[in-house]
Structure formats: structure tokens, C-alpha cells
Nanobody, 122 residues
Framework: QLKLVESGGGLVQPGGSLRLSCAGS????????IGWFRQAPGKEREGVSCTSSSGGSAVYADSVKGRFTISRDNDKNVATLQMDSLKPEDTGVYYCAADCDYALQTGVPDIWGQGTQVTVSS
């Protein structure tokens, strides 16, 4: 039973950076692809990024390409999302999700955390 806990969200000015962390417990995360979803108030949940179990490949939403970078450290059972050049439209609750490759196809994560708030505002 894999459990995911996100952290690292906060308030940042446009153009700033944040680094989100996703800590796994209960099962080694190496068995899962790991990624991120986000949901802004009044909007549908959308996929942000997803990396393979080994971290050897990754995909990104067009809206964040070139600005966000996903990575993972399977020895520490942690995945991260480095967010640079943040824009107000990046504001939302960010969720870490396991089996993100499948979740991106269905739009429904099966294993995910409680979320962490990211607010980009001047």
C-alpha cells in the first residue's frame, strides 16, 4: 500500500521558483511511475508531468515545458518537481500521483497524496 505525501508549496511572485517534493511510504516508489497533477479553483484537474519508474523518461504538459522539471531519487523514495519561471496561471493545488502514465490516459489517479497549494501572485 503506497502512500504519497506532497510538500513544498507556497506563495511566490511571477517569475519565481518552487520545488515540490513527493515522499513515498509503504512501498518502494521504484515500482511505480510517479507524476504530478494540478487543479485550479473552478477548473478541471490536469496532468502536469510524469516520469518512468527508473526516471529515464518523462513527459510534460505543453503549458509547463521548458519551465518545470520532474526528477526522482528512488533510494530516498522521493520524487520532486522543480518549477521555474512561474506564472499566475500555475496557481493551484498540486498532487503527486503513482502510475501516472495510466492516470494521464484516464484522467483519474488511483494513488495520490493530499496535495500542496501553489500560489503565484504579485
Amino acid at each position: 500500500q503506497l502512500k504519497l505525501v506532497e510538500s513544498g508549496g507556497g506563495l511566490v511572485q511571477p517569475g519565481g521558483s518552487l520545488r515540490l517534493s513527493c515522499a513515498g511510504s509503504g512501498s518502494p516508489v521504484i515500482y511505480y511511475s510517479i507524476g504530478w497533477f494540478r487543479q485550479a479553483p473552478g477548473k478541471e484537474r490536469e496532468g502536469v508531468s510524469c516520469t518512468s519508474s527508473s526516471g529515464g523518461s518523462a513527459v510534460y504538459a505543453d503549458s509547463v515545458k521548458g519551465r518545470f522539471t520532474i526528477s526522482r531519487d528512488n533510494d530516498k523514495n522521493v520524487a520532486t518537481l522543480q518549477m521555474d519561471s512561474l506564472k499566475p496561471e500555475d496557481t493551484g493545488v498540486y498532487y503527486c500521483a503513482a502510475d501516472c502514465d495510466y492516470a494521464l490516459q484516464t484522467g483519474v489517479p488511483d494513488i495520490w497524496g493530499q496535495g500542496t497549494q501553489v500560489t503565484v501572485s504579485s
